[in-house]
């Protein structure tokens, strides 16, 4: 003995050791914990599903699995012997033959009076009762069976259990228990005969599908519940019966006979009775399904009263929680309690608390959607519930409860929707269900359903009464769409649920006020674009109405239109903005989502017609008619002896081209230069309202904090403060961009467009534009100096003597300082213009390309530009009498409606421009229209995808894209009329 104990001990560490080599390999080898998924269906029926394992596992011998799947019971014939520790539970055990019958508890065996039923157990006629046990609980040798005495006194009857003998149901004859005819057996109730017809129709008409079903619950129940309605006024079985015909969607049909139609008949019946609650289509003992089927019924229920409390968003007097009750009912009409109304009742898809409450904080549009299997739905809805729901005023001295009405979109009326036509046609209920898995069983109320129906929509709509201050309502009206669903395979079927609460106002006037605006300045834009096109067809000077200038009128007309709108809906969005997040007693709702469909359409028509202007505005921009007049003129050389005649001769320098050049160029870049900066534009906007959180302010609540909790519910963006916010943000933004651009930049950094004006004095080179047939802009470059082909030194002099004021001014004029001009030419000019720009404007090709013809061509061009040089510098110092001009100042209604009152006709005029307006032909001269363009384009692409960040990508993209145009196609332009190569236009 002694030498064993240290062999034991070894033995021991080794063990431990062992064990621990094996953990830790486990551990180094990263093992996945797998296990094969069981469910309880999985088991045959000789297995259990343990819940501890998680796996199915075999029963013992002589036994099978039980209904739940969950443990084994014995077999038909056996008994219990024991219960064991282990996960069998029991040991079974056959019963003799002189005892062959199970007893109720499964634990003994017995002798039976008479057969067996299929359990193995002992059975009694009807009437009887089956007694194994004495009083004291000893088992009997032999089985009794009692029978109860089913006459008077006694009047009894066997229970549901079969065990005990109780008093019969009081609507069975007084002196017995038995209904005998003509009495009617329904529901283990005696009704007397003659009292309703036994013939009803247990269909539930399924519309959706096309088909009825003729329902278990409604063949066990709907007689029952309607005669112990009718005939006993029974309460419970008069909800019963009402519930009923909810699961048939409150329907009526041709038939007197089905649920609704029972009903309806024993409600009439009660018309003689007082109403309850002194509601008239509340009869006493039945519940309220209905209002009324008058027609306008509807508008008064839901127009008429508004609600005795008021709803503020700020202040002492501060109320945004809306408080509901449901008075909630089995199917079996048994009330079950109050709940209030907020939680899981009518909201099916599983949210946090603080999400699910948000759906009644008063202002908060709230909508959740979620998915459910049909297999969810048949485990958590077995039966279903039934709810009578409340809005709870919560008076001061006396709780008031005030019934929301109800509308279900599937109700017909001899099989005609009618609550999908106007409101005059509505009929409106209360009582509504979520999920119906019970009347869809056609064998048995235990049988897997045929069809599920389910709540697939529940919103409950606020009307705020007009023109009120103080925040009143009309009673909420809650509306039901329910679906029903063909069960096919529960397990990979689903169904989608929405819950939404949503808020409305009579926006009747709004519209009309919008309308009216509209109406009202596009009959101003009318105007406008008529004085526009007179004006264009006197700068044309073309005196006839022709298709072109229709279409002339068309293109102004969309771009003035399209003004009127964007000022519109940007003012409509704003409004709406300030004075619904502002408010303090709810005086303004935002539309609905289907509201704003006209607006958006507005929005869409602004851009539309932006577009078109902007696109005329480009076309125009790049192919004005343009010239570089350059004043400069040769300078002789030094003198030479030709050695041949002796003679002394003076060559004259050619004069240089780069001052040509360089102006072109410089114009070039100033082609698509803006008062703004698009990228830090761009930049600003998304920072506003991504980062800063400003998107927040467009959302469907009364609240104006900008930065929101992940766990609080985020209610769905409104279109109107959608687009407000961000159109008036991208202005903002934008005209502080202008405006600093405008008083400290130019003023105080750089102003490239006064900066090209000294550029061509110091260039000695004058710029002519034609932005129409005899209508342009003259930027007047001569040099006061003579010359600009000089070297440093010189250069640096003249413009010293320029600072110092000892030569002349720039102007065009003798002692002013006015270089630009707008200028209303003459016809006969425009005529001598074109005649020359007709050989100018032909392109030369690179000279390797070309031949001797191409050469001549190039040489007629080069006359010409010279020729057009000529003309137009001695046009300018007035040397054509037949040509000459007068300068002058512009009238300041001339200026305010772009129209000149004179007609050149035999002088041109040149208006004195101090403002520079010949960047009209830029985009710098266009700032307002690009803002109003890329506003509306940032804007509609968020509208169409609800994304700020998509929005900017793409208005940047567009905005490269068509920078890229201008600069192209103006720079083709300008290549082509100054016959500058494009090789020099960097």
Same mark, same amino acid.
């Given at each position: 003995?002694?030498?064993?104990?240290?062999?034991?001990?070894?033995?021991?560490?080794?063990?431990?050791?062992?064990?621990?080599?094996?953990?830790?390999?486990?551990?180094?080898?990263?093992?996945?914990?797998?296990?094969?998924?069981?469910?309880?269906?999985?088991?045959?029926?000789?297995?259990?599903?343990?819940?501890?394992?998680?796996?199915?596992?075999?029963?013992?011998?002589?036994?099978?699995?039980?209904?739940?799947?969950?443990?084994?019971?014995?077999?038909?014939?056996?008994?219990?012997?024991?219960?064991?520790?282990?996960?069998?539970?029991?040991?079974?055990?056959?019963?003799?033959?002189?005892?062959?019958?199970?007893?109720?508890?499964?634990?003994?065996?017995?002798?039976?009076?008479?057969?067996?039923?299929?359990?193995?157990?002992?059975?009694?006629?009807?009437?009887?009762?089956?007694?194994?046990?004495?009083?004291?609980?000893?088992?009997?040798?032999?089985?009794?069976?009692?029978?109860?005495?089913?006459?008077?006194?006694?009047?009894?009857?066997?229970?549901?259990?079969?065990?005990?003998?109780?008093?019969?149901?009081?609507?069975?004859?007084?002196?017995?228990?038995?209904?005998?005819?003509?009495?009617?057996?329904?529901?283990?109730?005696?009704?007397?005969?003659?009292?309703?017809?036994?013939?009803?129709?247990?269909?539930?008409?399924?519309?959706?599908?096309?088909?009825?079903?003729?329902?278990?619950?409604?063949?066990?129940?709907?007689?029952?519940?309607?005669?112990?309605?009718?005939?006993?006024?029974?309460?419970?079985?008069?909800?019963?019966?009402?519930?009923?015909?909810?699961?048939?969607?409150?329907?009526?049909?041709?038939?007197?006979?089905?649920?609704?139609?029972?009903?309806?008949?024993?409600?009439?019946?009660?018309?003689?009775?007082?109403?309850?609650?002194?509601?008239?289509?509340?009869?006493?003992?039945?519940?309220?399904?209905?209002?009324?089927?008058?027609?306008?019924?509807?508008?008064?229920?839901?127009?008429?009263?508004?609600?005795?409390?008021?709803?503020?968003?700020?202040?002492?007097?501060?109320?945004?929680?809306?408080?509901?009750?449901?008075?909630?009912?089995?199917?079996?009409?048994?009330?079950?309690?109050?709940?209030?109304?907020?939680?899981?009742?009518?909201?099916?898809?599983?949210?946090?608390?603080?999400?699910?409450?948000?759906?009644?904080?008063?202002?908060?549009?709230?909508?959740?959607?979620?998915?459910?299997?049909?297999?969810?739905?048949?485990?958590?809805?077995?039966?279903?519930?039934?709810?009578?729901?409340?809005?709870?005023?919560?008076?001061?001295?006396?709780?008031?409860?005030?019934?929301?009405?109800?509308?279900?979109?599937?109700?017909?009326?001899?099989?005609?929707?009618?609550?999908?036509?106007?409101?005059?046609?509505?009929?409106?209920?209360?009582?509504?269900?979520?999920?119906?898995?019970?009347?869809?069983?056609?064998?048995?109320?235990?049988?897997?359903?045929?069809?599920?129906?389910?709540?697939?929509?529940?919103?409950?709509?606020?009307?705020?009464?007009?023109?009120?201050?103080?925040?009143?309502?009309?009673?909420?009206?809650?509306?039901?769409?329910?679906?029903?669903?063909?069960?096919?395979?529960?397990?990979?079927?689903?169904?989608?649920?929405?819950?939404?609460?949503?808020?409305?106002?009579?926006?009747?006037?709004?519209?009309?006020?919008?309308?009216?605006?509209?109406? *009202?300045?596009?009959?101003?834009?009318?105007?406008?674009?008529?004085?526009?096109?007179?004006?264009?067809?006197?700068?044309?000077?073309?005196?006839?109405?022709? *298709?072109?200038?229709?279409?002339?009128?068309?293109?102004?007309?969309?771009?003035?239109?399209?003004?009127?709108?964007?000022?519109?809906?940007?003012?409509?969005?704003?409004?709406?903005?300030?004075?619904?997040?502002?408010?303090?007693?709810?005086?303004?709702?935002?539309?609905?989502?289907?509201?704003?469909?006209?607006?958006?359409?507005?929005?869409?028509?602004?851009?539309?017609?932006?577009?078109?202007?902007?696109?005329?505005?480009?076309?125009?921009?790049?192919?004005?008619?343009?010239?570089?007049?350059?004043?400069?003129?040769?300078?002789?050389?030094?003198?030479?002896?030709?050695?041949?005649?002796?003679?002394?001769?003076?060559?004259?320098?050619?004069?240089?081209?780069?001052?040509?050049?360089?102006?072109?160029?410089?114009?070039?870049?100033?082609?698509?230069?803006?008062?703004?900066?698009?990228?830090?534009?761009?930049?600003?906007?998304?920072?506003?309202?991504?980062?800063?959180?400003?998107?927040?302010?467009?959302?469907?609540?009364?609240?104006?904090?900008?930065?929101?909790?992940?766990?609080?519910?985020?209610?769905?963006?409104?279109?109107?403060?959608?687009?407000?916010?961000?159109?008036?943000l991208w202005l903002c933004i934008g005209l502080l961009q202008v405006i600093f651009f405008t008083v400290f930049y130019e003023h105080f950094v750089e102003d490239k467009i006064r900066q090209f004006v000294d550029l061509c004095s110091v260039s000695n080179i004058s710029l002519l534009l034609f932005s129409h047939r005899c209508f342009g802009y003259y930027i007047h470059g001569r040099s006061v100096h003579?010359?600009?082909?000089?070297?440093?030194?010189?250069?640096?002099?003249?413009?010293?003597?320029?600072?110092?004021?000892?030569?002349?001014?720039?102007?065009?004029?003798?002692?002013?300082?006015?270089?630009?001009?707008?200028?209303?030419?003459?016809?006969?000019?425009?005529?001598?213009?074109?005649?020359?720009?007709?050989?100018?404007?032909?392109?030369?090709?690179?000279?390797?390309?070309?031949?001797?013809?191409?050469?001549?061509?190039?040489?007629?061009?080069?006359?010409?530009?010279?020729?057009?040089?000529?003309?137009?510098?001695?046009?300018?110092?007035?040397?054509?009498?037949?040509?000459?001009?007068?300068?002058?100042?512009?009238?300041?209604?001339?200026?305010?409606?772009?129209?000149?009152?004179?007609?050149?006709?035999?002088?041109?005029?040149?208006?004195?421009?101090?403002?520079?307006?010949?960047?009209?032909?830029?985009?710098?001269?266009?700032?307002?229209?690009?803002?109003?363009?890329?506003?509306?384009?940032?804007? *509609?692409?968020?509208?169409?995808?609800?994304?700020?960040?998509?929005?900017?990508?793409?208005?940047?993209?567009?905005?490269?894209?068509?920078?890229?145009?201008?600069?192209?196609?103006?720079?083709?332009?300008?290549?082509?009329?100054?016959?500058?190569?494009?090789?020099?236009?960097?």
């Open positions: 003995m002694a030498t064993g104990t240290p062999l034991f001990v070894v033995n021991g560490h080794m063990v431990h050791f062992t064990l621990f080599l094996l953990i830790y390999t486990e551990l180094l080898q990263c093992q996945q914990f797998l296990i094969p998924f069981k469910a309880p269906s999985d088991c045959s029926v000789e297995e259990f599903f343990d819940v501890s394992s998680l796996s199915c596992v075999s029963c013992g011998s002589n036994q099978r699995q039980s209904t739940t799947g969950l443990s084994c019971i014995c077999q038909t014939g056996y008994k219990t012997t024991n219960l064991t520790t282990d996960k069998l539970s029991i040991t079974c055990e056959k019963c003799p033959i002189d005892n062959p019958a199970v007893t109720k508890d499964g634990f003994d065996c017995i002798r039976c009076p008479s057969g067996l039923n299929d359990e193995g157990k002992c059975q009694c006629p009807p009437g009887n009762i089956l007694v194994e046990r004495d009083i004291n609980g000893n088992l009997l040798g032999d089985a009794r069976c009692e029978a109860c005495n089913e006459d008077k006194p006694a009047l009894s009857v066997p229970n549901i259990g079969g065990d005990r003998c109780e008093r019969c149901q009081a609507t069975f004859i007084k002196t017995s228990c038995t209904c005998t005819a003509p009495n009617v057996l329904a529901g283990g109730l005696c009704f007397p005969p003659g009292s309703l017809s036994t013939n009803v129709n247990p269909s539930v008409n399924y519309a959706q599908l096309k088909f009825n079903v003729q329902s278990a619950w409604f063949v066990e129940n709907l007689y029952s519940s309607s005669a112990a309605c009718l005939i006993f006024s029974n309460l419970t079985a008069c909800q019963a019966l009402g519930n009923m015909c909810v699961m048939n969607m409150h329907s009526f049909s041709g038939l007197s006979t089905d649920a609704c139609g029972l009903f309806n008949t024993i409600f009439r019946s009660r018309a003689a009775l007082s109403s309850i609650q002194d509601i008239s289509y509340w009869r006493a003992t039945l519940p309220w399904l209905y209002y009324g089927d008058e027609p306008g019924l509807a508008s008064r229920v839901l127009q008429t009263d508004p609600v005795p409390i008021t709803f503020s968003f700020r202040g002492k007097k501060k109320n945004t929680e809306i408080q509901m009750l449901a008075a909630v009912y089995n199917v079996r009409g048994e009330f079950l309690r109050w709940e209030s109304v907020g939680r899981t009742n009518l909201q099916l898809c599983p949210q946090p608390t603080t999400k699910q409450a948000a759906a009644f904080s008063f202002g908060t549009a709230y909508q959740e959607s979620c998915d459910f299997s049909l297999a969810e739905l048949i485990v958590a809805h077995p039966e279903p519930l039934f709810y009578d729901v409340f809005m709870d005023l919560a008076g001061n001295e006396e709780r008031k409860i005030l019934p929301l009405p109800t509308l279900v979109q599937n109700q017909q009326y001899n099989g005609r929707f009618i609550n999908q036509d106007t409101m005059r046609n509505w009929y409106l209920s209360r009582r509504i269900l979520l999920v119906d898995t019970l009347s869809g069983r056609e064998k048995s109320t235990i049988s897997s359903p045929k069809v599920i129906r389910v709540a697939t929509s529940i919103k409950i709509r606020f009307q705020l009464v007009p023109r009120t201050q103080e925040g009143q309502i009309f009673p909420p009206l809650m509306m039901v769409t329910y679906t029903d669903v063909l069960v096919k395979d529960i397990n990979t079927q689903t169904v989608s649920t929405t819950f939404a609460v949503e808020y409305e106002m009579d926006h009747t006037e709004a519209r009309t006020k919008t309308d009216t605006a509209l109406g *009202v300045m596009g009959g101003m834009a009318v105007i406008y674009s008529l004085l526009k096109t007179v004006s264009w067809k006197r700068r044309i000077a073309s005196p006839l109405i022709d *298709v072109e200038t229709i279409v002339k009128f068309l293109l102004l007309y969309s771009g003035d239109l399209a003004n009127v709108f964007f000022v519109v809906t940007v003012g409509t969005g704003v409004y709406w903005l300030i004075f619904y997040k502002a408010q303090q007693f709810v005086s303004v709702l935002l539309p609905l989502p289907s509201q704003e469909e006209q607006f958006v359409t507005y929005i869409g028509c602004a851009f539309a017609l932006k577009a078109v202007q902007f696109l005329h505005k480009l076309i125009l921009q790049v192919s004005v008619d343009i010239f570089l007049i350059d004043w400069e003129r040769p300078r002789c050389k030094a003198s030479k002896t030709v050695q041949a005649t002796k003679e002394t001769k003076r060559d004259s320098s050619p004069v240089s081209i780069w001052r040509t050049y360089f102006v072109a160029n410089e114009w070039n870049e100033l082609q698509t230069i803006r008062k703004i900066s698009p990228t830090f534009q761009i930049m600003a906007v998304l920072f506003f309202l991504e980062v800063l959180g400003f998107s927040n302010l467009a959302l469907r609540d009364p609240w104006s904090t900008l930065e929101r909790s992940p766990q609080d519910y985020s209610p769905p963006y409104s279109q109107i403060l959608r687009y407000a916010l961000a159109a008036t003579g010359h600009a082909d000089t070297n440093m030194e010189e250069m640096n002099n003249n413009l010293k003597r320029e600072r110092e004021s000892l030569c002349g001014q720039r102007g065009l004029l003798p002692n002013t300082d006015i270089q630009t001009f707008q200028v209303s030419f003459t016809n006969h000019l425009r005529i001598q213009y074109d005649r020359i720009q007709d050989s100018l404007i032909r392109r030369n090709r690179p000279s390797r390309l070309m031949d001797a013809s191409t050469a001549n061509l190039s040489e007629l061009q080069f006359r010409a530009y010279n020729t057009m040089n000529y003309f137009l510098g001695s046009f300018i110092d007035h040397a054509h009498p037949d040509m000459d001009y007068m300068v002058k100042d512009k009238l300041a209604l001339e200026r305010v409606i772009g129209m000149e009152f004179l007609e050149p006709i035999d002088k041109s005029i040149f208006y004195n421009d101090e403002s520079h307006s010949f960047s009209d032909v830029l985009f710098y001269g266009n700032e307002s229209t690009l803002l109003i363009f890329d506003t509306l384009f940032f804007c *509609v692409v968020d509208l169409g995808s609800q994304s700020f960040v998509l929005a900017a990508i793409l208005t940047y993209v567009q905005q490269v894209i068509f920078r890229f145009i201008r600069n192209a196609l103006g720079r083709q332009n300008l290549a082509r009329k100054t016959l500058v190569d494009q090789r020099f236009l960097i």
